[in-house]
């Protein structure tokens, strides 16, 4: 199983970015896929997660400003990024927890395929 992160990049507070992961070699039939982030000296940080059916989860940090989706046909996740800030700087990393999940986990220790990281700078 192998996860590619794009999308990332630097952009000025305000400012809008879309990430998406794109997973391969997958033979499960059910998963959630998931965002991360760990920014410079902090800990790992759930964003958002979303189920086969669509059903989404976010992290109280995130909720009102980005937006997870899946095109589960593609084995794609997306996470639309809105009013960023510099805060928001961070290394975000895609993941995916299989299984019939009843609504995603949030905790990192359940998303057992991780991918590489991709950067996102937010300047004031």
């Known amino acids: 199983v192998q996860l590619v992160e794009s999308g990332g990049g630097s952009v000025q507070a305000g400012g809008s970015l879309k990430l998406s992961c794109v997973a391969s070699?997958?033979?499960?039939?059910?998963?959630?896929m998931g965002w991360f982030r760990q920014g410079p000296g902090k800990e790992r940080e759930a964003l958002a997660f979303v189920d086969k059916e669509g059903s989404a989860k976010y992290g109280d940090s995130v909720k009102d400003r980005f937006v997870v989706s899946r095109d589960t046909a593609q084995h794609t996740a997306y996470l639309q990024m809105n009013s960023l800030t510099p805060e928001d700087t961070a290394t975000y990393y895609c993941?995916?927890?299989?299984?019939?999940?009843?609504?995603?986990?949030?905790?990192?220790?359940?998303?057992?395929?991780w991918g590489q990281g991709i950067q996102v700078s937010v300047s004031s």
């Open positions: 993941a995916v927890s299989a299984g019939h999940w009843v609504g995603c986990p949030i905790t990192a220790s359940t998303y057992g395929y």
């Open positions: 070699g997958f033979r499960y039939s059910a998963y959630c």
